[in-house]
């Protein structure tokens, strides 16, 4: 079955850097976009990223863009996050989903907490 | 990218229906008929429960519809069981792969 398992989160201070990874399972993860989707606590989901089976197409919202990173390793089935100039407002439960018609499988989590 | 608009919050007894509606713009569910439905309880991840307006997933129950008029999706969850407590998202195509997601609905079976 579908598997997607994020790791990495943490404490991180303002200004700090973290990287997440999404190690995938069941299903053939090179032929697939990925995408990286964030929850802040109490608040809804926000789409952060996504990036091509291939990896040659990648999109940013605007909020991340130029400070995160996405990229994929398909022979380790693995998806990232390069997660630089963090914020405040960065911290976030950080799913990795995939994307097949619709976002379809999402992974159960890594959070993310930016404080000093 | 602004969210798409839901309820706070929609309430119903056990057995009784109720709707979430989700209104965007005609870039997003206006103008594609991708809009997806995802069921989220406390401290867990998404589950997708509707996508392209009114197709179910594979196990998800015949309880949950959905339809499009114009630029606003509705989710209509009909018998409400206790298990039907949830927060709910709406998710819409917008271009180029990029995904809106709705503000949320709390729903609360009495």
């Known amino acids: 079955q579908v598997q997607l398992v994020e790791s990495g989160g943490d404490l991180v201070k303002p200004g700090g850097s973290l990287r997440l990874s999404c190690a995938a399972s069941g299903f053939a993860f090179s032929e697939y976009y990925m995408y990286w989707i964030r929850q802040a606590p109490g608040k809804g989901l926000e789409w952060v990223s996504y990036?091509?089976?291939?990896?040659?197409?990648?999109y940013y919202a605007d909020s991340v863009k130029g400070r995160f990173t996405i990229s994929r390793d398909n022979a380790k089935n693995s998806l990232y996050l390069q997660m630089n100039s963090l914020r405040a407002e960065d911290t976030a439960v950080y799913y990795c989903a995939r994307l097949y018609s619709t976002i379809d499988y999402w992974g159960q989590g890594t959070l993310v907490t930016v404080s000093s | 990218q602004s969210a798409l608009t839901q309820p706070a919050s929609v309430s119903g007894s056990p057995g009784q229906s109720i709707t979430i509606s989700c209104t965007g713009t005609?870039?997003?569910?206006?103008?594609?008929?991708?809009v997806s439905w995802y069921q989220q309880h406390p401290g867990k991840a998404p589950k997708l429960m509707l996508y392209?307006?009114?197709s179910r997933p594979s196990g998800v129950s015949n309880r949950f519809s959905g339809s499009k008029s114009g630029n606003t999706a509705s989710l209509t969850i009909s018998g409400l069981q206790a298990e039907d407590e949830a927060d709910y998202y709406c998710?819409?195509?917008?271009?180029?792969?990029?995904?809106?997601f709705g503000t949320g609905t709390k729903v609360t079976v009495l």
């Open positions: 990036i091509s089976s291939s990896g040659t197409t990648i």
């Open positions: 998710s819409s195509y917008r271009s180029s792969s990029v995904y809106v």
């Open positions: 392209d307006v009114t």
């Open positions: 005609s870039s997003d569910v206006g103008g594609y008929n991708y």
